[in-house]
């Protein structure tokens, strides 16, 4: 299966060979990214299958969910200043904004290509959409300007749940028969996964390491805005992100800060908070009339109970 997927990423970027720097740059992206698991491409097939879907093109559309997710992982990579080793961090940025650019466009011309005139859901406008909307989710990250849980829940909805909402659109709107009420708790579980797994994400970056930190670059996730909200009880990290602290000096209180994190409760109520959409998602997928075992592989792909 994830060889098929493969050889559909390479077939879909060998066929623009007018710049052979910029496809063999893309393949080089496509080689790194297919050493994984490949777990993107599984939402879409298993979102088709769970339908009875038995579309000859779906290893190709699963490779299109597998090759906008690269581009939006080195988006994000270039945007947050992470993951430096990866081979798309050793390049100019602008031979990757181009990359991103060949990487989406192709990607949507592709779908076209497959679905023209065939009678099936699928719908490029809805595609852009999501595609779009993952956009604005990440720039309201970078601007970093939130400062309410609600600010916060509706930046979560956009950034991390639509490229997964997209990848199992890809999955269920590609099968010849249409159960749009399904469809729309599929969207709905797939929405609740992206807030589940970035609040994990949250949780597991709030405690000053050396890998990536979230405090450190004054990022506003949920346990942070406790810990803002709770300023009389810890005012340090107020005062960090207002910049009355320099982050020399509050690296320097390492471990004190560390113990703050740890004793302030900004976990478990980040945890409590994930458990609620956990049991939220556990509603909504015993209402999901799908077949087996695709049902009950997508859910353990995108599920994890804590």
Not at 266 to 291: G, N, P, S, W
Request: with cysteine; proline share 2%; net charge negative.
């Amino acid at each position: 299966m994830l060889t098929e997927i493969h050889k559909e990423m390479n077939k879909m970027i060998s066929q623009y060979d007018h710049v052979s720097e910029l496809k063999d740059l893309v393949l080089s992206f496509i080689k790194e990214q297919t050493k994984y698991d490949l777990h993107w491409s599984k939402l879409t097939l298993y979102s088709h299958r769970m339908f009875g879907g038995k579309s000859d093109h779906i290893y190709k559309v699963a490779a299109i969910t597998e090759m906008i997710f690269l581009a939006s992982d080195i988006l994000d990579d270039i945007q947050d200043q992470d993951h430096l080793t990866k081979p798309w961090m050793q390049y100019p940025k602008d031979y990757m904004f181009n990359i991103i650019l060949t990487i989406v466009l192709s990607s949507i011309a592709e779908l076209n290509t497959i679905f023209e005139d065939k009678p099936t859901a699928l719908s490029i406008s809805k595609v852009n959409q999501l595609i779009t909307q993952s956009i604005q989710g990440q720039q309201l990250d970078i601007q970093n300007t939130i400062s309410t849980e609600e600010e916060y829940f509706f930046m979560l909805e956009k950034k991390s749940s639509s490229l997964i909402r997209l990848a199992c659109y890809l999955g269920y709107s590609s099968t010849e028969k249409n159960y749009e009420s399904n469809f729309t708790k599929l969207d709905e579980l797939a929405s609740i996964s992206g807030i589940i797994h970035q609040l994990e994400n949250d949780i597991n970056d709030i405690f000053i390491t050396d890998h990536k930190n979230d405090l450190l670059h004054r990022k506003k996730t949920l346990p942070v805005l406790y810990l803002l909200k709770h300023n009389d009880e810890f005012p340090i990290f107020k005062q960090y992100y207002e910049g009355e602290v320099t982050k020399e000096e509050f690296l320097t209180k390492k471990d004190e800060i560390n113990q703050i994190i740890k004793d302030s409760g900004c976990i478990e109520y980040a945890r409590v908070i994930q458990t609620l959409y956990i049991h939220k998602f556990d509603e909504v997928f015993e209402t999901l009339d799908a077949v087996s075992p695709w049902k009950e592989r997508f859910r353990d792909l995108v599920y994890t109970e804590k």
